[in-house]
């Protein structure tokens, strides 16, 4: 069992920043596939960015070279790193967890494979 919390969200102007955490605790020594979703209401859940217990790394076409995920083991936690943000990208952002060494789907299941998943934490980015 692992439990996630996110933190970091809140309101910011089109062309600024946000960093995301999502702390983890209980099992945290097995390896897992991380990863962070987004949802809007109404639509379906995406898939921002993921990370493999080896550091591969993962991002959707749409926040490629603006979001940076990352992870620091010895904290437990894992980070997005988000600049130039557009109101698009505006949504609920979701930390995930999948109990398997690699991502076993790719982000554009809707977060098929996870199986722990945070409370989320919501971004607006206005115009």
């Known amino acids: 069992q692992v439990q996630l919390v996110e933190s970091g969200g809140g309101s910011v102007q089109s062309g600024g920043s946000l960093r995301l955490s999502c702390a983890a605790s209980?099992?945290?020594?097995?390896?897992?596939?991380m990863g962070w979703f987004r949802q809007v209401s109404g639509k379906e859940r995406e898939g921002v960015a993921s990370?493999?217990?080896?550091?591969?790394?993962t991002y959707t076409s749409s926040v490629k070279g603006r979001f940076t995920i990352s992870q620091d083991n010895a904290k437990k936690t894992l980070y997005l790193q988000m600049n130039s943000l557009k109101p698009e990208d505006t949504a609920t952002y979701y930390c995930?967890?999948?109990?398997?060494?690699?991502?076993?789907?790719?982000?554009?299941?809707?977060?098929?494979?996870?199986?722990?998943w945070g409370q989320g934490t919501q971004v607006t980015v206005s115009s």
């Open positions: 990370i493999d217990s080896d550091g591969e790394i």
């Open positions: 995930a967890a999948e109990s398997s060494r690699w991502c076993s789907y790719g982000l554009g299941y809707g977060g098929l494979g996870y199986n722990y």
């Open positions: 209980g099992d945290t020594d097995s390896r897992y596939c």
